[in-house]
């Protein structure tokens, strides 16, 4: 007997939120969980052409692309420092 495939409900994953799924993006809010446990929140932003540079910058350059889960090291103005994504919206 020949099976006819995966039907489309075969294709969705249950239980998994739709930030999991997300990789952070120009305009993304992102949740980012340090070493020591305490969780920051900002948005990715493009930059305007005046010269203020955001101390976010780096941060924001680190985790485009990235994925829920992956964890991030990166060199800030205050220093290195390694940060887990954990949502994105």
């Known amino acids: 007997m020949e099976s006819s495939g995966p039907g489309p409900e075969d294709d969705r994953v249950l ?5 999991d799924v997300r ?3 120009i305009g993304s809010r992102v ?7 305490v969780e ?3 948005t990715i932003k493009l930059q305007d ?3 203020r540079s955001s101390s976010r910058a ?3 350059r680190a985790v485009l692309g990235r ?3 992956e ?3 990166v060199w800030t103005p205050a220093g290195a420092r390694a940060v887990t994504i954990v949502r994105v919206d």
């Open 58 to 60: 780096p941060l924001a």
């Open 67 to 69: 994925w829920v889960g």
């Open 31 to 37: 949740w980012l969980m340090d070493e020591s446990g």
């Open 40 to 42: 920051d929140r900002f």
């Open 49 to 51: 052409g005046g010269s």
């Open 23 to 25: 990789a952070a993006r």
């Open 15 to 19: 239980g998994v939120d739709e930030s």
């Open 71 to 73: 964890q991030v090291h």
